[in-house]
Structures are given as structure tokens and as C-alpha cells.
């Protein structure tokens, strides 16, 4: 009847309130809460004319023009970022660059290469997701976890902050304001803990709850191990880098040594030479022991003492390498360096035999990679034989170069270490693809046979009811 109201569709989604959900008719039509009544109305009393407007639709962008807008913001703050860093360096003289470039280096490497491992662990749930692999069951989740986008936005503000934060630092310090600049990385930790610990409901409370029930279930062992317990122990065994340089950083934190060459002497308390640097590197070895020998207490199991014993290979490593600052040089080349590079063999050799044999199961191809979609991706990985030349390959060379992050007497040469460091946690991103496949094989191949013994069950019972029926 009216020009503006027949032009209006009934299932325009700005004819519904905000909030309201959609009603779906028989015919397949969506029809908002009260809509077609209050077409009625308006028609019988004639309230509104055809050159009336009937409402005012907000105008929004599309989501492809704010997530272009999104990336030109980031690359603009991106290239900010280095040249005002750059710039501060240019500024040093050139004996002191290098040292400063060390210091920096080590109170924000952890938590950039943190950062890093919270981006692929997002990738790990987008392929899982992809593949229909059910990982809320597998780690025993609530209902609703975090899912791949809520942990690439977690990601994406890390990455955000953590470079902002370095950046400041070195441009305070270059410009004099030592203190200013001293306060930028211990903020920076204040923050990051606090968000953790945090009490309230904000911060995706329940994840974070749960990550530090885990981490807590990991340092005392005291109940039985689930699959999240030493699936997260094992990737704090890959970042053990990491929390030796946290260490590093807090104690110079604690002795108010933060921008200053205090502790460039190698024998002082946050030294490079400090006794607290390999005790903290075995934690996440001595840890995932601990949680096999529970393991056998509970299951009697002899493949978990052998587990076990894989863990207790990088004691020797860790503590072998730190004799070097010790002990006289003629005693560490002669006879504990050949140990420290027997030890070394010895730890990679077991690791990778058991990530091949034990962790993974390549009996055939994995279907971790056969989305449900059609996707690049899975095109280019699923059933493709050159994926397993390139993981049982990379896997051997990085379990090799893995012994190097370990060693106290190599931390000199951080960017080497820090490249080590990183190619590791990509060793760990793609070794948690197989692993989780793994387990939810087990998993689905169990309640298959449990339906299958239900299914017999069910069968015996209607033949004796039958029978006795006959009878």
C-alpha cells in the first residue's frame, strides 16, 4: 500500500530489535519479534506516509575494510617501532651498543618468544578445528574455550606490547632517562603477572584458571597426570631458554641492576656465571620425570620409567656445561667437555626416538591435516609424503641444535641462542599436531570399542528376552 514499507523486506535484519533473536517460519523465513504485527498496525491506522522514512539505519563498515584498516594501523606502529629503535641505537657510542643491545635483548626475549609460541598455538586449534579434532575433550575444557581467533587476539595485543615496551626502553635510555628507562621492562612484568593472577571475570577468567590449575598440577604431581599435564609440560620443556632468561631478568629486577653494567661482572649474583642459571634450566626436565614416575605408580606401566629416563638425560647437559666457569680449563677440555658432548648425543638421539616411535604414530598418513572444507592447506599436507620427510628431518636437526639452548657456557652468543630458541618452539608447534592426533585416535578408538561391547551387550539381553518369551 505504502512505497516505504513494501520496499522494506520482512527479513531485513534492521527491522528486528537489537538483541532479539530471529523467528524462523515454516516457509523457511525469518521474521522478527513483532514485525509482521506492526506492519498490520501501521497499514490500518496510517500513521506513517510513503515519503516518510521509517527508520534510520546506522551506517557500519564492512569487515573486510576495518580488518585492512586494522593491518595499516599495525604496519604504520610496526615501522615506528624500528626506526625510533633504530634511531635510539645510532645513538650509543659503539663500545657501549653492544652491551646495552645484550641487556635489552635479555629482559624482553622471553616474552617475545612467548608471544611466538601463543601465535602457532593459535594455528594448532585453527587445524584442529578444521579437522573436526575435538580438542576441548581431549584437554578437558569447559564448554566454551578459547577458540583460535580469542587466542590470535591475545597474540595479536602481546605483540602489540611488548615491542612498545622495548622501544621506550630504548629511547628513554638513549636520551638519558635512565630511570624512566629502567621502569619500562619491570612495568612491563608487573603487568603481565597481574594480568594472570587477576580475580576477576575479565580476561577470560576460566582460561586462565585453568592454566595456572595446570602449571600448579605440574610443579607437585600429587594426582593422577592427565593428558593437559604433560602435554603443557612438555612444551615448558621446549621454553626452559625462557625461564632461565626470566630468571636473569628478575634478579637483576630485585638488585636494581636494570639499565646499568653492575651486572656485566660474570661472578656476581646475576651473573653470567650464577649457579641459579642451570638449576633453573632442569625444572622443566625434573618436573616432566617427576610426572612419569607418577605415572608408574599409578599404571605400573615400564614404558613410563623409560619416559622417565629420557627426561634424566638432560640433567647431564644442563650441569656438565655449567662446570665450565667451575672448574680449570685444562679439566674442562680434557675430560668434561667430552662429556658434556657425549651426554649431548645421547639426550637427542632418545628424544627423537621417542617423538618417532612413542609421541607420534606414523603407522599411516595423518588425518590430522583432512579438513572438513576444502582448503589450501589441507590440499598441500594431507597424505603427502614429503610432510613426513620434513618433520622426522627437522625434528632430528632441531633435537640436535636443541642441546645448545641448554648450555650455560654458549648463553654468550644470544642471538644464535635466541634463533635456537625459536626454531624449537616451531619443532614443538608442529610436534603438538601429531601428538594431539595421537591421543584422539586413542580416544576415538576406545568408545568405539565400548559402543561395540554396548552394541553386544544389547544384543545378548534381546536374545534372552526372546528366548524366555518363547518359553
Known amino acids: 500500500m505504502f512505497g516505504g514499507l513494501a520496499a522494506a523486506s520482512v ?3 534492521h527491522l528486528r530489535k537489537s538483541g532479539s533473536r530471529a523467528v524462523v517460519s515454516d516457509f523457511g523465513d525469518e521474521v522478527g519479534n513483532g514485525v509482521e504485527e506492526g506492519f498490520l498496525q501501521t497499514e490500518a491506522n496510517g500513521v506513517k506516509s510513503a515519503g516518510q522514512p521509517m527508520s534510520t539505519v546506522a551506517i557500519m563498515p564492512s569487515p573486510v575494510l576495518l580488518w585492512r584498516f586494522k593491518v595499516l594501523l599495525f604496519l604504520v606502529w610496526g615501522f615506528v617501532c624500528c626506526k625510533v629503535g633504530w634511531d635510539s641505537v645510532m645513538r650509543m ?3 657501549l651498543r653492544d652491551l646495552f643491545l645484550y641487556e635489552a ?5 622471553p616474552l617475545l618468544l612467548v608471544t611466538m609460541m601463543v601465535w602457532l598455538w593459535g594455528v594448532n586449534l585453527w587445524v584442529f578445528t578444521q579437522a573436526n579434532v575435538n580438542y576441548a575433550k581431549i584437554f578437558d575444557l569447559d564448554q566454551d574455550p578459547l577458540t583460535h581467533r580469542e587466542i590470535w587476539k591475545c597474540a595479536t595485543w602481546m605483540t602489540i606490547v611488548v615491542p612498545t615496551s622495548m622501544t621506550a626502553y630504548l629511547y628513554l635510555y638513549s636520551h638519558g632517562e635512565v630511570s624512566l628507562a629502567a621502569s619500562q621492562p619491570v612495568l612491563l612484568y608487573i603487568a603481565v603477572a597481574m594480568i594472570l593472577i587477576f580475580p576477576f571475570d575479565i580476561f577470560y577468567l576460566s582460561s586462565r584458571y585453568y592454566l595456572l590449575r595446570t602449571l600448579w598440577r605440574i610443579i607437585l604431581p600429587l594426582q593422577a597426570i592427565s593428558f593437559s599435564d604433560f602435554f603443557l609440560a612438555d612444551i615448558l620443556t621446549s621454553m626452559a631458554k625462557v625461564f632461565s632468561d626470566l630468571e636473569r631478568s628478575v634478579c637483576r629486577m630485585v638488585h636494581r641492576q636494570v639499565a646499568t653494567i653492575a651486572w656485566f661482572e660474570a661472578d656476581s649474583v646475576c651473573g653470567s656465571h650464577s649457579i641459579a642459571i642451570p638449576l633453573v634450566l632442569v625444572l622443566p626436565y625434573l618436573f616432566r620425570l617427576f610426572q612419569c614416575l607418577r605415572q608408574y605408580k599409578d599404571t605400573r606401566e615400564k614404558t613410563t620409567l623409560l619416559n622417565a629416563l629420557k627426561y634424566s638425560t638432560s640433567v647431564p647437559v644442563i650441569f656438565l656445561s655449567a ?8 679439566r674442562w677440555t680434557n675430560f668434561y667437555r667430552p662429556l658434556w658432548l657425549l651426554s649431548s648425543v645421547l639426550n637427542s638421539s632418545y628424544s627423537f626416538y621417542w617423538d618417532v616411535t612413542r609421541d607420534w604414530d606414523l603407522s599411516c598418513f595423518t588425518r590430522i591435516f583432512k579438513f572438513s572444507r576444502p582448503h589450501m592447506c589441507s590440499y598441500l599436507l594431507y597424505g ?6 620434513w618433520v622426522i628431518g627437522s625434528n632430528l636437526i632441531l633435537r640436535c641444535t636443541w642441546t645448545y639452548k641448554l648450555s650455560a657456557h654458549l648463553r654468550h652468543n644470544y642471538l644464535t641462542v635466541f634463533t635456537i630458541a625459536a626454531l624449537e618452539m616451531l619443532r614443538r608447534f608442529q610436534w603438538a599436531f601429531f601428538r594431539v592426533e595421537n591421543e584422539w585416535n586413542k580416544m576415538t578408538s576406545k568408545s568405539n570399542i565400548q559402543l561395540t561391547e554396548k552394541d553386544v551387550a544389547n544384543e545378548e539381553t534381546k536374545l534372552l ?4 518369551h518363547n518359553v
Do not use: E, I, M
Not at 662446570?323 to 685444562?330: E, G, R
Open 384 to 389: 603427502r609424503k614429503w610432510v613426513y620427510v
Open 323 to 330: 662446570l665450565k666457569y667451575h672448574v680449570l680449563p685444562d
Open 465 to 468: 528376552v526372546s528366548d524366555n
Open 105 to 109: 635483548f635479555l629482559y624482553y626475549n
Open 93 to 95: 657510542s659503539a663500545d
Open 11 to 13: 527479513n531485513s535484519p
